[in-house]
């Protein structure tokens, strides 16, 4: 049985940092681009970043650039979304998913989804 297992997020000041991470149980880990969507209240669920499956290739979205940081470490089955600057409107429910294909954006893309993790950041 295939289960992401998020931890990591938190009620924090904008500014300050946050680093939610992705354990990955049941699948071939290596094999898969690992992605991470927000969902903020009443909005869509859109793309933040992805990391392709070596880890050398990375992708995010304009709004979290330069001061999102996605990694993997294959040899522990984990993925981390350093977060740093954060701002107000960064605000959301964060998912971590496990998806093929060169990191699409498209979250149908994606198999499977952890948990979510609630992110806060008050201004």
């Known amino acids: 049985q295939v289960q992401l297992v998020q931890s990591g997020g938190g009620l924090v000041q904008a500014g300050d940092s946050l680093r939610p991470s992705c354990a990955a149980n049941?699948?071939?880990?290596?094999?898969?681009?690992m992605a991470w969507f927000r969902q903020a209240p009443g909005k869509e669920r859109e793309f933040v970043s992805a990391?392709?499956?070596?880890?050398?290739?990375?992708r995010y979205a304009d709004s979290v650039k330069g001061r999102f940081t996605n990694s993997r470490d294959n040899a522990k089955n984990m993925v981390y979304l350093q977060m740093n600057t954060l701002e107000a409107e960064d605000t959301a429910v964060y998912y971590c998913?496990?998806?093929?294909?060169?990191?699409?954006?498209?979250?149908?893309?994606?198999?499977?989804w952890g948990q979510g993790t609630q992110v806060t950041v008050s201004s």
């Open positions: 998913a496990a998806g093929t294909g060169a990191m699409p954006v498209v979250k149908d893309r994606y198999v499977y």
């Open positions: 049941g699948l071939t880990f290596t094999w898969y681009v």
């Open positions: 990391i392709s499956q070596s880890g050398g290739l990375t």
